[in-house]
């Protein structure tokens, strides 16, 4: 019982943290903590950044109820968009951290694809569970990332582009470089271009492909509010546009390595995608506790593939956040 409650409690924490996740702005007035056990501006009640730069709430001196803060990627300045970047090569390449990279790369490829992509029963909690494990593995690497999402509705008429400094397919160190050449898909520019960086051996080796098809989301601002709208009933409808078409047209705009389940995990945008993805589920849960555990109190308390979780239990994120 004790355990559910804590759940519950920490679950609301990191819904927060994506109400507060417009860029830098979230930022503004909030003090650094740094090292200090007690610090002597901890103005009760106020909120602070530990060292981490997880979100604290400061009670009798002591800073509690810490949550993490995931950000929009275009809206983060060059220093974070740097540091995430690093963190996600560093796990993808150093002995330290590959294997766990791969771990849970692989964790997409090996589960059924039918299971993870089309039944709505999985969907949602099996990406979550995902996304944090990700996460998990860069804050090994610098306690302060977290993962981004990219809301690609805000420039879905022209997702593709990437000659503007804060594009997310920008080449310089602070974007994820652009489409993939005419002839192998190979991609040629920025932090993940072939001479640069290679995809696992678990998902076919060799450099990262894309191969974008210059065709409008569906998804844009206008389609995403009113899906996000819909009511309580209609949660199967909700969840299905997320997966089948907001998920969908991503995996098949931009192609390359995107494209199939069996590669996908190992291309960077998937993680921003996906982080998309779950915000969208947690702005859906966030409209009311009836919500938060709309349809997945059916669910079956069986494992979910690759992982130690049921699908159940990531309904509430931060149950296995370990915060
Ligand atoms: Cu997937």
């Not at 998902?203 to 899906?227: E, P, W």
Request: with cysteine; aromatic share 12%; net charge positive.
């Amino acid at each position: 019982m004790k355990s559910t409650c804590r759940a519950v409690l920490l679950c609301v924490s990191v819904l927060w943290s994506f109400w507060l996740s417009d860029g830098g702005q979230e930022r503004k007035g909030l003090r650094e903590y740094g090292t200090r056990s007690s610090p002597a501006w901890c103005k009760e009640g106020s909120l602070v950044l530990n060292k981490c730069e997880e979100h604290c709430r400061c009670k009798n001196g002591k800073l509690v109820n810490c949550f993490r803060v995931r950000k929009e990627f275009t809206r983060m300045d060059t220093k974070e968009r740097k540091r995430y970047i690093n963190a996600y090569k560093t796990a993808s390449v150093n002995a330290r951290f590959k294997l766990d990279y791969q771990r849970i790369v692989a964790a997409h490829i090996n589960a059924p694809d039918e299971l993870l992509h089309t039944t709505p029963v999985i969907f949602f909690p099996w990406h979550r569970w995902f996304l944090v494990q990700f996460e998990n593995l860069l804050r090994r690497i610098d306690c302060r990332v977290t993962l981004p999402y990219w809301d690609w509705s805000r420039v879905a008429h022209h997702w593709w582009r990437g000659s503007r400094y804060k594009d997310i397919w920008n080449p310089g160190q602070h974007g994820l470089g652009g489409d993939g050449n005419g002839w192998d898909e190979c991609v040629e520019d920025g932090p993940f271009s072939k001479d640069k960086w290679k995809l696992l051996n678990v998902s076919g080796g060799g450099c990262l492909m894309r191969n974008f098809k210059h065709v409008a989301l569906t998804g844009n601002t206008h389609h995403l509010r009113r899906t996000l709208s819909l009511p309580l009933k209609d949660f199967l409808q909700f969840e299905d546009t997320v997966r089948n078409i907001y998920h969908g047209d991503l995996h098949d705009l931009i192609r390359g390595t995107m494209w199939t389940s069996m590669t996908a995990s190992n291309a960077p945008e998937m993680i921003l995608h996906h982080s998309f993805l779950d915000k969208l589920w947690a702005e859906w849960q966030k409209k009311g506790q009836e919500y938060i555990k709309a349809y997945y109190p059916d669910l079956p308390s069986k494992k979910m593939p690759g992982s130690n979780y049921t699908a159940r239990l990531c309904v509430v994120v931060s149950s296995f956040l370990h915060l």
